[in-house]
């Protein structure tokens, strides 16, 4: 069965940077695109980006261009996705959920990774 | 950017009711419009998606409706389980949600 597993809650320091992970099972890796989703404690869900884990080519949220950076391990068929410059307002969950080319809905999602910054 | 205007925020329902919730583009976002549902500490799970197809192993008692600018999630029975917020999703130019609607029994 398909199955995201995402790293554990970060703790971070304001101007520090995290990266979590997304362990992708039960379907062929690359043949589907990664997405990053980001829900802050008043529940608004943001689309982050995309990466597509055969070629590596990703598209961000213009809010979020320079604020996360997309990667992928094909060998483990891990997805990452770093966060730099932490403030305060990049406190949330995240998720990462995956697409079918083409079909672009989310239809299987990670249990998401509380990142908090606090000094 | 496409933006996406949820209604209700809040609804409180009986068991057996006859439940809807709607959403509203900005723009023409075609049928690509999805529905999920959201349980308390879980991640969302898709419902519906683009507009009317219903995800592998929901119950028939969701349904989507809409085109255009303006879709519909109807839930023809409330079930108690059924208690959780709502999302839709546009996916016709990049990815917007909606505010969401937390559903709660009466």
């Known amino acids: 069965q398909v199955q995201l597993q995402q790293s554990g809650a970060e703790l971070a320091k304001p101007g520090s940077s995290v990266k979590i992970s997304c362990k992708a099972s039960g379907y062929t890796f690359t043949s589907y695109a990664m997405h990053w989703i980001k829900q802050t404690t008043g529940q608004a869900l943001e689309w982050t980006g995309y990466i597509a884990p055969g070629s590596g080519g990703t598209k961000y949220n213009e809010k979020f261009k320079g604020k996360a950076t997309l990667t992928v391990d094909k060998s483990s068929s891990t997805a990452y996705m770093q966060l730099s410059s932490l403030t305060p307002v990049d406190t949330a969950v995240y998720y990462c959920?995956?697409?079918?080319?083409?079909?672009?809905?989310?239809?299987?999602w990670g249990q998401g990774v509380m990142v908090t910054v606090s000094s | 950017d496409i933006q996406m205007t949820q209604s209700p925020s809040f609804l409180s329902a009986s068991v057996g009711d006859r439940v809807t919730i709607n959403c509203k583009a900005s723009?023409?976002?075609?049928?690509?419009l999805d529905w999920y549902q959201q349980k308390l500490g879980e991640a969302p799970k898709l419902l519906i998606y683009?507009?009317?197809s219903l995800h592998t192993g929901i119950p028939s008692r969701f349904s989507g409706s809409g085109s255009g600018t303006d879709f519909t999630l109807t839930i023809s029975s409330l079930q108690p389980e059924d208690v959780a917020t709502y999302f839709c999703?546009?996916?016709?130019?990049?990815?917007?949600f909606g505010g969401g609607t937390k559903l709660e029994l009466k």
């Open positions: 683009n507009t009317n």
């Open positions: 723009q023409n976002i075609n049928k690509y």
């Open positions: 999703l546009q996916h016709n130019s990049g990815w917007t």
């Open positions: 959920a995956r697409s079918r080319p083409g079909y672009n809905y989310f239809d299987y």
